[in-house]
Nanobody, 123 residues
């Protein structure tokens, strides 16, 4: 049974940092892309960033470039999202997801999802 469990969310002031973690279990993900998506209240879920598990190639939404960094630890089956220079508009529930290679920004291609972790950035 595949499980993705996010952790590390919380309340932070604007300009601060948070590091989200995603623990993956239940199968190998060598042929998968691991993504982070977020959903703010009243808005659609949107792509944030992703990493190809096998070679570490990364993808970023424009809103995340220069501020967020995705990484993975193959041995521990962990994916991380380091978020710096946080803004109030980054407030959302952040989801970890796993999907097949080839469409990293398309949430509908992702097969597995975590339950999410809340990130709140105060101004």
């Amino acid at each position: 049974q595949v499980q993705l469990v996010e952790s590390g969310g919380g309340l932070v002031q604007a300009g601060g940092s948070l590091r989200l973690s995603c623990a993956a279990s239940g199968r190998t993900f060598s042929r998968h892309t691991m993504g982070w998506f977020r959903q703010a209240p009243g808005k659609e879920r949107e792509f944030v960033t992703a990493v190809d598990w096998s070679d570490g190639f990364t993808y970023y939404a424009d809103s995340a470039k220069g501020r967020f960094t995705i990484s993975r630890d193959n041995a521990k089956k962990m994916v991380y999202l380091q978020m710096d220079s946080l803004k109030p508009e980054d407030t959302a529930v952040y989801y970890c997801a796993a999907g097949p290679l080839g469409a990293p920004t398309n949430q509908y291609r992702y097969n597995y999802w975590g339950r999410g972790t809340q990130v709140t950035v105060s101004s």
